[in-house]
T-cell receptor, first 113, second 115 residues
């Protein structure tokens, strides 16, 4: 089945720093790609998605571009805030006709004021 | 809009005991998922329902885990008997359609500790 690898955490940054969280995938066919986020004390929620090559997903200042040639979907934000502190999960379709999502291990992001 | 409701919030049991988790999805959502999230890992899909039918249970350990979705609404996940390695957070999620085209809405989860 399809799988995803994302960078280990925790990632600690100062407020207003530039953020990149790396995500690469292995898949057959052309999966859709997702970033989900879990804020402290809250459930997982969709941050952004891209459904085909070269698509860019964006939300709340975060962006990620579906790169088929490098099988990557890196999450970026130009200027992070303390409120962005959370765990971020990269995900894709399970493959083989299955519709459910396969998630990465998650990256814990800590933003210091 | 009410979110995905799960209960109980926490459960502590001894190995070889049985346990059940309950999930009430968002009203009108046809698709329901159960995920297992072991500490330090991402959620792993256990089973997916479309209305009251099973779409994907290929990763469900069927010798000890079972799940049902009565009348295509609420769902229960059962473990019998539990093992130490079942300690995890069990997440329920729902969506209007499938995960590819629809946003998944997750509940807060049930944290299970098996002693």
């Amino acid at each position: 089945g399809n799988s995803v690898t994302q960078m280990e955490g925790p990632v600690t940054l100062s407020e207003e720093a530039f953020l990149t969280i790396n995500c690469t995938y292995t898949a057959t066919g052309y999966p859709s790609l997702f970033w989900y986020v879990q804020y402290p004390g809250e459930g997982l929620q969709l941050l952004l998605k891209a459904t085909k090559a070269d698509d860019k997903g964006s939300n709340k200042g975060f962006e990620a571009t579906y790169r088929k040639e490098t099988t990557s979907f890196h999450l970026e934000k130009g200027s992070v805030q303390v409120s962005d502190s959370a765990v971020y999960f990269c995900a894709l379709n399970r493959g083989g006709g299955a519709d459910g999502l396969t998630f990465g291990k998650g990256t814990h992001l800590i933003i210091q004021p | 809009e009410a979110g995905v409701a799960q209960s109980p919030r926490y459960k502590i049991i001894e190995k070889r005991q049985s346990v059940a988790f309950w999930c009430n999805p968002i009203s009108g959502h046809a698709t329901l998922y159960w995920y297992q999230q072991i500490l330090g890992q991402g959620p792993k899909l256990l089973i997916q329902f479309q209305n009251n039918g099973v779409v994907d249970d290929s990763q469900l350990p069927k010798d000890r885990f079972s799940a049902e979705r009565l009348k295509g609404v609420d769902s229960t996940l059962k473990i019998q008997p539990a093992k130490l390695e079942d300690s995890a957070v069990y997440l329920c999620a729902s969506s209007f359609g499938g995960a590819t085209n629809e946003k998944l809405f997750f509940g807060s989860g049930t944290q299970l500790s098996v002693l």
